[in-house]
């Protein structure tokens, strides 16, 4: 299971941080990853962190403001969010995979356990 929290309503320029506590796995051997979608759009690509590795990529809007980690012993994964834009206004979802490769990284379909959902609304 996958439990998402931390979302809210914040300012333009504003920050939060969500959280997604995983259980059931092994989580030092999942790649993890954050996907948000917005009213009306397709789900996308956020944040990923490599399995049993500290190499992260994010997609560009994101890059310079958003930073994912996660806290094994906790079996946690973050997102920190800072300098928040109208645009970044989405349900964010938590979401992991033990086999995913490089490639599908950034592709929903390829993962097969996502969180609930929390929602982010920054206004301007």
């Known amino acids: 299971q996958l439990q998402a929290s931390g979302g809210g309503l914040v300012q333009a320029g504003g920050s939060l941080r969500l959280s997604c506590a995983v259980s059931g796995r092994t989580f030092s051997g999942l790649t993890l990853a954050w996907f948000r979608q917005a009213t009306g759009k397709e789900r996308e690509f956020v944040a990923a962190i490599w399995r049993g590795s500290s190499n992260t990529f994010y997609t560009d809007s994101v890059k310079g403001r958003f930073t994912i980690s996660r806290d094994n012993a906790k079996s946690t994964i973050y997102l920190q969010m800072n300098s928040l834009q109208p645009e970044d206004t989405a349900v964010y979802y938590c979401?992991?995979?033990?086999?995913?490769?490089?490639?599908?990284?950034?592709?929903?379909?390829?993962?097969?356990?996502w969180g609930q959902g929390t929602l982010v609304t920054v206004s301007s």
């Open positions: 979401t992991v995979s033990r086999s995913i490769i490089l490639s599908s990284l950034r592709v929903p379909s390829s993962y097969g356990y």
